[in-house]
C-alpha cells in the first residue's frame, strides 16, 4: 500500500519535472521568436497594457501578481538575458573558443578576484561535449614585462583549468604565456628562444585547442578502430573461436591515447604508436616467436594513417 | 631448489614459498577477515593463479601407503584443486570463526608453504578491506630538460615548456626500477588493477637479504639479530592512477610484531622511501629517447586514494578544487535535485536558459558572465519570497548559498573523497590592531591561553572563541603559536594550524553553512580548493599556489 503510494508520488513528481522542463523550453522558444520580440519593440514604442496577457501565460515568473507594471520590466529582463543567452551559445557553437570573465570567491585572491575564462568547446561524434575551461589570472605585479597599465603588471597565468592531465597545460603555457622574468633578466640569458617573456593569448588559445582536439581525434579513432574491429558487438556466434586471426582488444595504453595495444584472439599481443595528428608512427607485432612482421603488415596495408586502418578493416569485415 | 643460493639482483620469484608460521605471513593472513580470507583462497585456486599457489595435494590416488599416512590427518590433502574450491564455498556458506579458516589454511592445505604472491594477494586484499590503512603521499612526474652539459655536472633542471606526457608501462618500469634497487635488498613486486578506482597498484615487498631463494625467507630462529630476516621485510604500495602523470607511495610498513627495531625502523622506513623516490624516475625515464623524468612532491598526503584519485588524477578536477569544480563535470553530476541541471552548460545547442541556481555558476563566480545577469534576477525573485520570513532563516539560506559559491560540489560529507588532515603555516604579517586578522573565521579553536603579549589580539582571540563555543569535534584546530621576532617592520607570529577529521573540508563547509565561519571573508585555501594538505600561506594565499593548475 506505502510502496504503492510511494510510486504515484515518484510517477507525479517525474511528470512535474518534465513538465517544468517543458515549460522552460517552451518559455525559451516563445521569448525568442521573431513574433515575441516584435511585441517587445512595439511596446517599447508604446506601452499598453493589452501586452500583458499573452505574455503572462509564457512566461515562467513566480510572481503572482497582474500588474503589467511589474511584469513588463522582468519580462523585458528575461528576453533580454535570454537573447543574450542564444548570442553567447552562437558564439560558444560556431568559434568554439570562447572567453568570460569571472570572480574568483576568495578574499584574498590576487587582482581583486578578476578572473579571464578561457572555453574550449569539444565536438566529438557530432555532439558537445562538456566544454574544458582555463582561468586566468593576473598575479604578477606591475613593472613586469609587457607593459603595466594600471595596478599590476597585464601578464596572464593560469589558476585553474579542467583539463586532463594528459593535455600538456604546462609546457603551452611555459611557451606562451611565460612568466615575467625575475628581478634580475640578466641571469637568464642562457635561453636563446626569441620570444621568451612575450606572452601571447590569442596563440595559448590556439595551441591548446589543438591539443585538446586532437586528443579527442585520437580517441575517437580508437573507439571507429574498436567499432570496425567488432569489439563490443555480442557475438552471438560461438563457431567464430576458430578465427584466431581475430582482433580482441584495442585499447589505448598511455594517457594521451597515442599508443594502442592491440591483442589478437591467439595471444599475439602488438602496439600500435600514432603521431600527434594520427600518423601512425609504429607497430610492433609480437607473437609466440618474436616479433611478427606478417600480422603487422597484414593489419596496416600499407596505411600511413590509423583513418586508414579504420577503413581497411570496415572493408574487410 | 638449489643447495647453493648466490646473492644476485635478481627479484625474488612470486612462486617462492614461505613457511606458514612465519610470523610475517600469520600477520599478513591474520589480520584478514573470515569472509576476505575465504575469498582469497578462492581466488587461490582459481586457475589463473594456481600455478602460483599450489596447494599441498594427496599426491596419487592409488599410493594406499600415503593415504594410510595421512588418515590422522586433522585437515586431510584434497585430491584436487577443484575439490578444494568446493571444500572453501561450502565453508563460504557457513557461519564459523575466522580461526578454522586460517588454520585450515596455514596447517591444512598450504602447509608446505605459501608463496610470496599468496601472501601479495592476501595483503592486497587488505589493502582493499581497509581503504584508509596505508598513507599516501603523491608525486607528479615532471620531465627534465635533456643535459646539455655532456659532463653531466650540472643538476638537471625541470623542463617548464616541455609538451611530453610522461608515460608508463608496467613491465618495462619493473625491469629498470629492479636494476635501480641495491643488490642486497630483495623485494616482491605485484601488480594489481585497483577494484574500483582507475589505479594500478604495485606492491613492493622488500626482505634485507642477499639471496633470492628460500635462505631469504626463512626465519633464523637462533640468530635473532641476523640481517637476513624476514622480520625486516617492508611492503612499500605504489598507485599509478590511470592517464595521469603522478604516482602516489605508500607509506613503507613493516609486516611484522617485533617492535624491537622500532626505535632505527623510522629512519630505515624514510630512506627506503628516499630509494624509491630517487629510483622511481630513473625506471620511468627513457634516456635513449632523451627522456629523462623527476619526481616532484605535490603537499598532498592523505590515506584516502579516492580523495588522491580526484586531485590527482586522469579527469578535470585536479586543479578545479573547491567552487571551481562548478565547471567540472562533476557539477553536472551532482546536481541531480536540479531536473535541468544535468546537461547544464554542456552544450551550446541548447538554449534553454540557464534559470536555476545551480545550473550557472553561483554568487560570487557568475558575477560578470554574459549569463550572469540572471542572478540579479535570481537574487529579486529570493527576495520577494523571502520578505515574508525571518532574518534567521534568510541567514541561513545566505550561508548555504556562500557555501555552494566557494566550495561548489565539492566538500560533501559522505562523498568519499574527504583527506583526514591538513597542515597549514600562516606566514603572513600579523595585522594591524584593530585590524582584520586574515585568517579570519578559521581561529576559533586558537587556545586562548597560550596566546602571549598583544593587547589587541587578546581581544580578539577571544570574541573568536566565544563564536565559536558551538564548535565541532570534527574541525579541531591545534593552533600552535609562538613568538617569533619577525621581520624588523612587522611582527609575523609563528601560526600553525592542524585540521583532523574524516573529511577536512566537508567539515569546514558545515561550519560555513551553520554560520560559524564567515564564508565570504574565509580565505580559499580553507575550501581546499588548492588540493594540498600541506602548504604555507603568504597573503593570504597559499605559497607558490597562485595558480594551482601549473
Known amino acids: 500500500m506505502a510502496s504503492d503510494l510511494d510510486d504515484e508520488i515518484d510517477d507525479l513528481q517525474a511528470k512535474i519535472a518534465s513538465l517544468k522542463k517543458q515549460l522552460r523550453i517552451q518559455t525559451s522558444t516563445l521569448i525568442t521568436a521573431p513574433s515575441t520580440r516584435q511585441l517587445f519593440t512595439e511596446a517599447a514604442d508604446q506601452p499598453t497594457t493589452t501586452l500583458t496577457l499573452p505574455r503572462k501565460d509564457n512566461t515562467t515568473t513566480t510572481t503572482t501578481t497582474t500588474d503589467a507594471a511589474t511584469l513588463n520590466p522582468k519580462l523585458r529582463a528575461q528576453s533580454a538575458l535570454q537573447q543574450a543567452h542564444n548570442q553567447q551559445s552562437l558564439y560558444r557553437a560556431c568559434a568554439t573558443l570562447t572567453t568570460f570573465r569571472a570572480r574568483d570567491p576568495d578574499p584574498h585572491a590576487v587582482d581583486g578576484g578578476a578572473i579571464l575564462g578561457l572555453r574550449v568547446e569539444v565536438i566529438s561524434r557530432a555532439r558537445f561535449l562538456r566544454p574544458y575551461y582555463v582561468l586566468l589570472n593576473r598575479p604578477y605585479p606591475g613593472g613586469g614585462g609587457g607593459g603595466g597599465g594600471g595596478g599590476g603588471s597585464r601578464l596572464l597565468r593560469v589558476h585553474r583549468h579542467t583539463l586532463p592531465p594528459c593535455i600538456p597545460l604546462a609546457g603551452l603555457a611555459g611557451r606562451y604565456l611565460p612568466a615575467p622574468p625575475a628581478k634580475k633578466p640578466a641571469g637568464r640569458g642562457g635561453d636563446g628562444d626569441g620570444g621568451v617573456g612575450r606572452q601571447d593569448l590569442a596563440r595559448f588559445a590556439r595551441a591548446l585547442r589543438r591539443e585538446v582536439v586532437r586528443y579527442h581525434h585520437r580517441l575517437g579513432v580508437v573507439a571507429d578502430l574498436r567499432k570496425a574491429a567488432g569489439m563490443g558487438r555480442e557475438r552471438d556466434e560461438e563457431g567464430e573461436e576458430e578465427q584466431l586471426n581475430r582482433l580482441v582488444d584495442i585499447a589505448p595504453a598511455d594517457a594521451e591515447a597515442k599508443h594502442l595495444s592491440i591483442e589478437w584472439a591467439d595471444g599475439r599481443t602488438g602496439r600500435l604508436v600514432m603521431g600527434d595528428d594520427g600518423e601512425i608512427v609504429k607497430l610492433v607485432v609480437l607473437g609466440e616467436n618474436g616479433r611478427d612482421r606478417e600480422a603487422g603488415r597484414d593489419l596496416l596495408g600499407g596505411a600511413v594513417r590509423v583513418e586508414e586502418v579504420v577503413k581497411r578493416m570496415a572493408a574487410l569485415t | ?550
Not at chain 2, 578559521?442 to 564548535?471: I, M, P
Request: no cysteine; charged share 25%.
Open chain 2, 1 to 550: 631448489m638449489p643447495r647453493i643460493s648466490v646473492p644476485t639482483t635478481a627479484r625474488l620469484p612470486s612462486s617462492l614459498r614461505v613457511n606458514p608460521t612465519n610470523p610475517a605471513a600469520t600477520k599478513i593472513l591474520g589480520r584478514l577477515s573470515r569472509s576476505s580470507l575465504l575469498s582469497v583462497a578462492l581466488d587461490w585456486l582459481d586457475d589463473n593463479s594456481l600455478s602460483l599457489a599450489q596447494p599441498y595435494l594427496r599426491e596419487d590416488e592409488d599410493d594406499d601407503d600415503e593415504d594410510d599416512d595421512e588418515t590422522d590427518d586433522f585437515y586431510p590433502p584434497a585430491r584436487s584443486p577443484e575439490a578444494l574450491r568446493d571444500v572453501y564455498t561450502l565453508l563460504q556458506a557457513r557461519k564459523g570463526s575466522k580461526r578454522e579458516i586460517l588454520d585450515r589454511i596455514t596447517e591444512g592445505d598450504w602447509r608446505h608453504g605459501l608463496s610470496l604472491y599468496q601472501l601479495a594477494m592476501a595483503d592486497l586484499q587488505y589493502l582493499y578491506d581497509h581503504p584508509t590503512s596505508q598513507q599516501w603521499s603523491a608525486y607528479r612526474i615532471m620531465p627534465l630538460k635533456p643535459p646539455r652539459d655532456p659532463d653531466g655536472e650540472e643538476p638537471p633542471q625541470v623542463d617548464k615548456q616541455s609538451l611530453t606526457i610522461p608515460r608508463f608501462h608496467p613491465s618495462t618500469f619493473l625491469r629498470t626500477l629492479q636494476a635501480q634497487v641495491l643488490p642486497d635488498v630483495k623485494a616482491h613486486y605485484t601488480f594489481d588493477a585497483h577494484k574500483t578506482l582507475p589505479l594500478l597498484l604495485l606492491r613492493i615487498f622488500i626482505v634485507d637479504s642477499p639471496y633470492n631463494t628460500n635462505l631469504g625467507l626463512q626465519q633464523k630462529t637462533g640468530t635473532p639479530t641476523t640481517t637476513t630476516n624476514f622480520d625486516a621485510s617492508r611492503t612499500v604500495y605504489i598507485a599509478f592512477p590511470d592517464a595521469s602523470p603522478h604516482l602516489f607511495i605508500s607509506k613503507p610498513q613493516t609486516t611484522t610484531l617485533t617492535s624491537s627495531s622500532s626505535s632505527g625502523s623510522s629512519g630505515e622506513s624514510k630512506s627506503l622511501r628516499n630509494l624509491l623516490v630517487e629510483g622511481i624516475p630513473k625506471a620511468l625515464s627513457r634516456p635513449l629517447q632523451r627522456q629523462r623524468f623527476t619526481l616532484q612532491s605535490t603537499s598532498l598526503v592523505t590515506r584516502n586514494l579516492a580523495a588522491l584519485v580526484e586531485r590527482r588524477g586522469g579527469g578535470r578536477t585536479n586543479a578545479a578544487g573547491g567552487g571551481w569544480s562548478v565547471y567540472t563535470a562533476a557539477a553536472a553530476a551532482a546536481d541531480g535535485d536540479d531536473d535541468d541541471g544535468s546537461k547544464k552548460r554542456e552544450t551550446p545547442l541548447d538554449l534553454v536558459l540557464p534559470a536555476s541556481a545551480s545550473a550557472s555558476p553561483p554568487l560570487f563566480l557568475g558575477g560578470g558572465e554574459e549569463s550572469g545577469g540572471g542572478n540579479g534576477k535570481r537574487a529579486a525573485v529570493a527576495g520577494l519570497v523571502l520578505a515574508g520570513e525571518r532574518r534567521e532563516e534568510r541567514a541561513v539560506k545566505r550561508a548555504r548559498l556562500v557555501a555552494r559559491a566557494r566550495f561548489g560540489v565539492t566538500a560533501v560529507a559522505g562523498d568519499g573523497k574527504g583527506v583526514e588532515r591538513v597542515d597549514v603555516v600562516v606566514e603572513d604579517a600579523f595585522p594591524d590592531a584593530g585590524g582584520e586578522e586574515n585568517a579570519g573565521g578559521d581561529e576559533e579553536g586558537g587556545r586562548g591561553g597560550r596566546v602571549g603579549r598583544g593587547g589587541g589580539r587578546k581581544s580578539q582571540v577571544d570574541a573568536v572563541l566565544q563564536r565559536a563555543a558551538g564548535d565541532e569535534d570534527e574541525h579541531e584546530d591545534d593552533t600552535q603559536q609562538q613568538q617569533q621576532d619577525g621581520v624588523a617592520q612587522k611582527w609575523r607570529p609563528y601560526v600553525r594550524l592542524t585540521f583532523h577529521g574524516p573529511h577536512v573540508f566537508a567539515g569546514i563547509r558545515q561550519l560555513v553553512e551553520a554560520g560559524i565561519v564567515d564564508g565570504e571573508r574565509m580565505p580559499g585555501w580553507m575550501t581546499g580548493e588548492e588540493g594540498v594538505t600541506i602548504g604555507a600561506v603568504r597573503h593570504g594565499r597559499i605559497r607558490g599556489h597562485k595558480g594551482s593548475g601549473l
